[in-house]
């Protein structure tokens, strides 16, 4: 069993910047943060392996970067140059023995 607590979120104005954190109850290779928009499917938005290996959807790359303390079983992503279509519930997502595992999820909002 795999707990993950998330943090950060909010409300921030187009342009603005936001950082959203992870915390895992143990160390998990696979780890990454997904969102979900009202009336759309949850999507990836960037992943990480505990070697630093990342990958990132292409509506994100160049703004968004993800990182990790591994000592910290703990996953970051920073938010730069947010838009309106960044809003949405984000969820930490860790995969472990081929189970995926889901934060309570926090939300972003991105005024125009």
């Known amino acids: 069993q795999v707990q993950l607590v998330e943090s950060g979120g909010g409300l921030v104005q187009a342009g603005g910047s936001l950082r959203l954190s992870c915390a895992a109850s143990?160390?998990?290779?696979?780890m990454g943060w997904y969102r979900q928009a009202p009336g759309k499917q949850r999507e990836l938005v960037a992943a990480i392996t505990s070697g630093g290996s990342t990958n990132y959807a292409d509506s994100v790359r160049g703004r968004f970067t993800i990182s990790r303390d591994n000592a910290k079983n703990t996953v970051y992503l920073q938010m730069n140059s947010l838009k309106p279509e960044d809003t949405a519930v984000y969820y930490c997502?860790?995969?472990?023995?081929?189970?995926?595992?889901w934060g309570q999820g926090t939300q972003v909002t991105v005024s125009s």
């Open positions: 997502n860790a995969r472990l023995n081929w189970v995926n595992y």
């Open positions: 143990r160390n998990i290779n696979a």
